[in-house]
């Protein structure tokens, strides 16, 4: 009897504190949203007063009003090079081909490497060569090599995401538990099975640190391509802008390509999370 009068007497307490610490968790990133606003509209308009009172020269800095004009103007009326989503997505289009080749090449041979030994002392040196190389500066070459045509941007952007992806998956292979290795190899597991089965969810980790970031570096290399010689594409807009000495061009391509980017880091966020939900929440994650 006494048993069965503490049961209901502990539940609640539990689903009490369990709903406590849900709300404590809700506030917190109400609170945190609400910072990250007030942050962002305590800059444009700090920018907006002093682009009007002229302590910044609006002409070089424009302001935020010109550049929701710009914007606004852009998405009803179009660019000189056609409607505002056509260049969206043939920046995305050339970006997105870039970092699926490029995170394919570098989560392959990063594996590769990484697993066979004799492979990363033969392949290491050149690595590390075509690495030291300032790759912006491939741009022109590719745009010699390929044209004016969407190839020579997703060139561009493959050599931007190939090394941060190859260099993350080649440690996330070399960094894998020997003893879960053994283990596989004690229950008969083979190279392929060890490699399929252990190292590749074990190096999962490293390679979407490198995901988060080697996106940004496709749409810089689809851009900076863009820049320098193309038909279409939001770096062409920020090109034709800057011929026309027009700050709020510049600006408001800039912020079109900033919401892509937050667009699909909110996409890949949500990609590894459900990947691994089994991993505890960092505490200290502001996401």
């Known amino acids: ?5 503490a049961v209901p007497v502990v539940a609640p307490a539990v689903a009490s504190r369990t709903e406590a610490r849900q709300r404590a968790a809700r506030k917190r990133r109400f609170g945190i949203y609400g910072a990250r606003a007030a942050v962002l509209v305590a800059f444009l308009g700090l920018w907006e007063l002093a682009a009007r009172t002229e302590v910044v ?18 998405t009803t009326h179009g660019t000189a090079q056609g409607s505002l989503g056509e260049q969206v997505g043939y920046t995305l289009y050339e970006a997105l081909t870039g970092w699926v080749i490029g995170v394919t090449a570098g989560v392959l041979l990063g ?9 990363a002392e033969v392949f290491g040196p050149y690595i590390k060569v075509l690495n030291a190389i300032p790759r912006i500066v491939l741009a022109p070459i590719f745009l ?4 004016l045509g969407p190839a020579s941007k997703v060139a561009s952007a493959v050599v931007l995401v190939f090394f941060p992806v190859f260099f993350n998956a080649f440690q996330g292979a070399r960094e894998v538990d020997r003893n879960l290795v053994a283990n596989a190899r004690i229950l008969g597991a083979d ?34 391509g ?3 010689g193309a038909t279409k594409g939001l770096g062409l807009l920020v090109a034709a802008a800057q011929g026309t000495f027009n ?6 391509a800039m912020t079109i390509l900033a919401v892509v980017a937050l667009l699909t880091e909110g996409l890949l966020t949500l990609a590894e999370k459900r990947l691994f939900r089994w991993k505890p929440a960092d505490a200290g994650d502001g996401r």
Do not use: C, K
Request: charged share 10%.
């Open 1 to 5: 009897m006494p048993l069965e009068t």
């Open 57 to 74: 020269d609006p002409f070089n800095f424009s302001q935020p009003s010109r550049i929701w004009a710009q914007i606004w103007q852009w």
């Open 111 to 119: 594996i590769a490497l990484g697993r066979i030994r004799f492979l």
């Open 144 to 147: 010699i090599w390929f044209g």
């Open 191 to 224: 190279n392929r099975r060890v490699t399929l089965q252990v190292v590749i969810p074990a190096a999962t980790t490293w390679i979407f640190t490198s995901l988060h970031v080697s996106f940004g570096f496709a749409l810089i290399g689809a851009i900076v």
């Open 226 to 228: 863009e820049y320098i």
């Open 247 to 252: 700050a709020a061009g510049v600006y408001a």
